[in-house]
């Protein structure tokens, strides 16, 4: 068994949570679900970025302090990822003084000891948006990219991390090793990105702001006029959850587990230069790998309130349901790459892959076999079918294990989750295409119900296969199905076990339950 530790990027709650911040949660979800299903030992945490210039006005403006504005935000977040079936274990809020704090003060401690921190005035292009100074070659046309603003010329005496120190250093974490450690980036083309980068020149990191500047945050140690900076605070969440440089320390959920940041290709440079850096001068081992997934658009445009276009993720849950948001995601956009949301795609995958595919598959299978007393036979060893459409499921799934459970697990390992999940949706298409062929319904006797077990049999593997992805439908289909196992599925101790991805494996069921609409016809 192996321990894994899995977290997202922290969201920071000055408005509603949008559908940027869904797409990264499933996907952080769907790989811890996968990890607890191969049976390895998974941690999972996700949280909130509470401190910053942005939380501080828009605190201003609403007549309210900052404590009182997050603490009125966050349970939306809190809210909608537990609607969404988000598995975590912690919730990490940066605010939180008794968790987070001791470990991101003494971070900054062991940097400021080991000389990689310096205090000096000065004078850059601050975006209140980004949190963040920029530099000339961040900008277009003089523009912050993310938010089409100038950003405002900033004059201030601020700490230092010393990150430019780190160039070699960072480049060999990410094409050989630093001493003995590799930070591997998925996918690969975003590791050439971060490369050029390094190779243009990195500066260094404003780590602090003036108490005058910037309020709302926590205290730079020994030094009461200075409130620290987003880095130190925002990026050490992934160790303070584990209590990481306290008394108090799971250690082994960091130094013995294997350590998966999920987050934006738009703040992928921060995790790759800036946070390996702190973490090596701190005496703290570097993860193991970044996960980077792209952005989400709107109908082909980037969502944006002034264009109207912005998706709001309950609406498409009480429209749609749960699942079916999840399998959306999950199935248009692969992981690493930018994808987009569309109404008419979202209705068209719905109605094909959810309704026809998957949900009447299901009814019609349970009701052929109803009405012949409901009995699932042992379906490991038969052949069903005349002459010229003759089959022999078990032969043919053995044939083509390496292009079913292999496959889809060798796809995962490699975080493709869009093409382990297509394995799923081509063996609904397989199904579909066998049950119009050998139209069970003409038959009778033992060869309607062998055909029939066989077709229930695949309906299995189908629902263990979707698990990690719409995980309440999974359920709901093996609980119809009548499987020994379907109470357990959504337990966190649920492991798929190499006997239940063989065909006719499952010796003690013997009958199917009454079919359920899984997912209903929707209504413009």
């Not at 230092?160 to 930070?183: Q, R």
């Not at 703290?284 to 082909?300: A, C, K, N, W, Y």
Request: with cysteine; aromatic share 10%.
């Amino acid at each position: 068994m192996s321990r894994q530790y899995i977290t997202t990027a922290i969201d920071y709650p000055n408005a509603a949570p949008h559908m940027g911040h869904v797409l990264e949660k499933v996907l952080a979800d769907v790989c811890a679900r996968w990890f607890r299903l191969r049976g390895d030992e998974v941690r999972f945490q996700i949280g909130t970025d509470e401190h910053g210039t942005k939380i501080q006005r828009t605190a201003e403006k609403e007549g309210m302090t900052p404590q009182e504005l997050v603490d009125r935000n966050v349970p939306i977040f809190q809210e909608l990822y537990k609607d969404l079936n988000i598995s975590h274990d912690k919730f990490v809020r940066t605010t939180n003084q008794k968790d987070h704090w001791p470990t991101v003060q003494a971070l900054w401690t062991k940097l400021n000891d080991a000389g990689m921190l310096e205090k000096r005035s000065y004078t850059g292009a601050y975006c209140s948006g980004c949190e963040r100074f920029m530099t000339k070659r961040d900008l277009v046309d003089g523009k912050c990219p993310n938010h089409q603003v100038e950003p405002e010329e900033v004059t201030e005496e601020n700490y230092f991390f010393l990150m430019s120190k780190d160039t070699e250093n960072l480049k060999n974490l990410l094409t050989k090793n630093w001493d003995g450690e590799e930070y591997r980036i998925v996918p690969k083309f975003r590791e050439k990105e971060t490369l050029s980068l390094i190779d243009q020149g990195l500066e260094d990191v404003s780590f602090s702001r003036p108490k005058s500047s910037l309020s709302w945050g926590i205290p730079v140690p020994d030094d009461d006029e200075h409130t620290m900076y987003v880095w130190c605070d925002a990026l050490t969440n992934y160790i303070s959850g584990l209590g990481i440089l306290t008394d108090h320390a799971e250690s082994e959920w960091w130094d013995d587990a294997n350590v998966t940041h999920v987050i934006g290709k738009d703040i992928a440079r921060f995790h790759a230069l800036i946070w390996p850096a702190m973490l090596k001068h701190a005496g703290v081992r570097t993860p193991d790998t970044l996960l980077i997934h792209g952005f989400l658009t709107s109908e082909g445009e980037k969502m944006s309130k002034s264009t109207g276009n912005v998706v709001v993720p309950q609406d498409v849950i009480k429209k749609y349901g749960i699942d079916p948001l999840r399998f959306y995601l999950s199935h248009e956009v692969p992981v690493g790459r930018d994808g987009d949301f569309s109404w008419d795609r979202f209705a068209e995958l719905y109605d094909s892959a959810l309704r026809n595919k998957l949900g009447n598959l299901l009814n019609r299978v349970l009701t052929l076999i109803q009405k012949d007393g409901g009995e699932v036979l042992d379906v490991e060893k038969f052949e069903v079918g005349s002459d010229d459409k003759c089959w022999n499921p078990e032969e043919e799934w053995s044939k083509k294990d390496t292009n079913y459970w292999n496959t889809y697990s060798e796809a995962f390992d490699d975080f493709k989750l869009n093409s382990a999940l297509e394995i799923a949706v081509n063996l609904m298409v397989i199904s579909n295409g066998r049950i119009d062929d050998l139209k069970p319904w003409s038959l009778s006797g033992p060869d309607k119900v062998k055909m029939l077990s066989a077709f229930a049999e695949m309906l299995r593997h189908i629902a263990l296969m979707l698990l990690p992805f719409i995980p309440e439908t999974a359920q709901r289909i093996s609980k119809q199905l009548n499987v020994p196992y379907a109470d357990k599925m959504l337990d966190n101790d649920f492991v798929i076990t190499d006997d239940m991805k063989q065909w006719g494996s499952q010796k003690d069921w013997k009958t199917v339950g009454e079919p359920e609409i899984l997912f209903p016809p929707i209504e413009d």
